[in-house]
């Protein structure tokens, strides 16, 4: 499925199109259920609002729909953005009526035929639309002559100029003021370091000749370019760091790998600011000795030049043959020793080689920290949010004043298996409901997790405390389950390789200021090729939310889904799978539900103590069916997680005649020395012997 307007269940009777492209769901009474105009993609068309919470997102090309650098939202201000972490802001301007608005929850900007946000707007005499570009600009367009689509304005470049968008003159290229673009030919010290992309489309920026290499970062070093600015800093003057002086700012990037270059500023500001990656340079020139911007560039190890001989003078002709022989025996030997320490050195640290190097391989990385970076942001280490098995995790703030949970990971045997599988599984990709990896830090023997902090904490903390000042309610559990749906049915089906989590709980469930619920913790994930649908595992995921299967060492992605229904009934119920202080018949929360559903009285395992779940007492009995769906004890009866999906948007109903009986799994034998299942099933695909990465 691409697309839903998610109005499963809702008691929608027509569809109306209207003249002016609001596609709208209506009810018997003709009351509006669903309509586009309040679901911005990257356009607005005349009469749509963009109100608070919502954003227009850039598609990333013309013929790529996907999530672009751009967006455009209401915060306060009308804010125009660059998404990178962290995001920064490229324009920005009041909201027009501002002093109308009760509260920023009620801002919004309207798409009128003649303005937009205070701004003029030409007039149409025939239909127009606004949309976000793939290179950050907002233009409005309308229909010309034989049907053809013109652009009649361009919105932001009129506030912060040409050379205001950070794409202006593509990566690295330099934006003059009479809005030509550059790469570096004025600058001899730059010469044959980049090159152009293309001559003919000098907007498409400029490229390393040397791309750089963290494997060799001894080599890089930093080309000054003077007078040189980045995109509207005024917007993201918050970001300078003011205490931070020249050299130190130099000598901050050269330590990063992945930063890509450092500004320092003289005036209007004073202050360093860190690249991790280089979009347009703006060329300062009416404004000397205001900035400077200092290229990191890859050098080759190849020309790094021997200091000269002085030879002595020639006495004879057997002095010098004396001379050059014992020269040449000398070279040898170094040469020898040299050779033989190299190679021991080789041998001896394979494994911290490939630890160090083989991280920053990976497609994507997030930005790497060093040590002293994540002790001073931890407050050395002193907030810590949990701890687990194989590591802690603390609150830290960096130096942009980005709130942050890093997980400092403990031990030896597991440390380097489980540092890579959480970097390359979470590092590679990006969803609404995981937790987002936002840098890492490999330094001696130190491996670290640097993640987004979620400030409404674990899920758990929300659902199993009783009489607390805050619950949540229907609609909020409702959402909660849709979003970690949502989250593993992105890991299962549609991530280039099969991810499974093996560990879902409420524990690895955080939720963000405004509740999104995402799912985290991904030291147990297991990546699979999609062409194999089964893997043999050595551990077990937490007790009381495993799948009956792991007794026999049988792990699909049903495993996850066993996991979830668990995980779908403490939220229902309000309890934990296993609680002490309940009488002993009533102590497991499967053993009961399984009791109650037999006898046909799943209303009795409804949150008790919250009334607004009481209230809905028969839709979420029906959740619980769904619940039942997932705990079968055959794991082929189970839905896969975007079935789960579909379910609760109301496009597919729970299956009939499920079985109560959660706990048991069908008998199946296995070979104890191979782990090969003697029992053929399904496809006869052939079981993968491996060890997860282990528990965190």
């Known amino acids: 499925m691409v697309w839903s307007t998610n109005t499963g269940g809702k008691s929608v009777t027509g569809l109306r199109f209207t003249e002016v492209g609001n596609l709208v769901l209506f009810d018997r009474n003709k009351a509006t259920v669903w ?123 009129s506030s912060i100029g040409h050379c205001g968008h950070p794409m202006a003159c593509g990566r690295y290229g330099i934006c003059s003021s009479n809005g030509q673009c550059s790469c570096f030919e004025r600058s001899s010290n ?76 003289y005036a209007p500001w004073r202050g360093c600011l860190l690249l991790f990656e280089v979009f347009s340079l703006i060329n300062n020139e009416r404004r000397s000795n205001s900035s400077s911007v200092f290229l990191k560039i890859q050098n080759s190890p190849t020309k790094q030049s021997l200091p000269p001989i002085d030879f002595p003078q020639k006495k004879s002709r057997s002095g010098t043959i004396i001379l050059g022989s014992s020269l040449g025996a000398l070279f040898g030997v170094c040469l020898l020793v040299g050779s033989y320490i190299f190679v021991f050195k080789m041998k001896r640290e394979p494994e911290e080689l490939d630890d160090e190097f083989s991280i920053v391989k990976v497609p994507g990385m997030p930005t790497r920290f060093s040590y002293y970076d994540l002790k001073t942001a931890t407050d050395d280490f002193n907030k810590k949010l949990g701890e687990g098995g194989f590591g802690s995790v603390f609150q830290g703030t960096l130096t942009d004043g980005t709130n942050v949970a890093v997980k400092r990971l403990n031990g030896v045997s597991q440390i380097k298996k489980s540092f890579l599988a959480e970097v390359q599984t979470i590092g590679s990709i990006h969803h609404v409901n995981l937790v987002r990896l936002i840098g890492f830090c490999t330094e001696n023997s130190n491996r670290l ?45 549609e991530c280039r390789q099969k991810i499974y989590h093996l560990d879902i709980k409420p524990q690895n469930i955080l939720l963000d200021d405004n509740f999104v619920t995402k799912v985290s913790d991904f030291g147990l994930a297991k990546l699979i090729d999609k062409d194999q649908s089964r893997v043999v595992a050595t551990l077990g995921e937490t007790p009381g939310y495993m799948a009956p299967e792991w007794l026999s060492s049988f792990i699909t992605e049903k495993v996850d889904v066993y996991s979830f229904g668990v995980v779908v009934l403490e939220i229902l119920s309000g309890r934990r799978n296993l609680d002490m202080s309940q009488p002993e018949e009533e102590m497991h929360l499967l053993g009961l539900f399984e009791r109650k559903g037999e006898e046909g009285q799943l209303l009795d395992m409804v949150d008790k103590y919250n009334a607004d779940m009481q209230l809905h007492g028969a839709e979420v009995v029906e959740m619980m069916k769904l619940a039942v769906w997932c705990l079968q004890s055959d794991y082929r009866r189970r839905p896969s997680m975007t079935v789960v999906v579909q379910v609760l948007e109301g496009l597919v109903s729970v299956q009939d005649n499920l079985d109560y009986n959660f706990i048991n799994a069908p008998a199946r034998r296995t070979m104890a020395t191979t782990g090969e299942d003697m029992d053929a099933v399904d496809d006869g695909t052939p079981l993968l012997a491996s060890v997860l990465s282990g528990p965190r």
């Open 35 to 157: 309509q586009s105009f309040d679901h911005p993609t990257n356009c607005l068309l005349l009469g749509q609002k963009l109100v608070t919470g919502q954003k227009l997102i850039a598609s990333t090309s013309a013929s790529d729909f996907s999530r672009g650098l751009f967006s455009l939202s209401i915060d306060g201000f009308l804010v125009g953005y660059l998404e990178v972490n962290p995001p920064l802001v490229y324009y920005k301007s009041l909201l027009a009526g501002y002093e109308n608005f009760t509260s920023l929850r009620e801002a919004y900007v309207v798409f009128e035929n003649g303005s937009f946000n205070g701004q003029n707007v030409p007039l149409g005499s025939t239909a127009q639309f606004m949309r976000l570009e793939p290179d950050g600009h907002l233009k409005v367009y309308e229909w010309g002559r034989f049907e053809l689509i013109r652009s009649v304005a361009d919105l932001l470049t």
């Open 190 to 265: 730059v010469t044959g370091k980049f090159k152009q992309i293309s001559y003919k489309q000098p907007n498409l920026g400029c490229s390393l000749v040397t791309p750089i290499s963290c494997n060799y970062s001894q080599y890089h070093s930093l080309l000054e370019l003077k007078n040189i600015g980045y995109f509207n800093l005024r917007y993201n003057d918050n970001q300078l760091d003011e205490k931070t002086g020249l050299e130190d700012c130099k000598s901050a990037c050269l330590r990063n790998c992945s930063c890509k270059a450092a500004l320092f500023y």
């Open 449 to 493: 997790l640097v993640y987004e902090y979620m400030s409404n904490g674990s899920l758990d903390r929300w659902i199993f405390k009783r009489h607390q000042e805050f619950t949540l309610g229907w609609e909020s559990k409702k959402k909660i389950i849709a979003d970690i749906a949502k989250g593993l049915a992105y890991l299962h089906d």
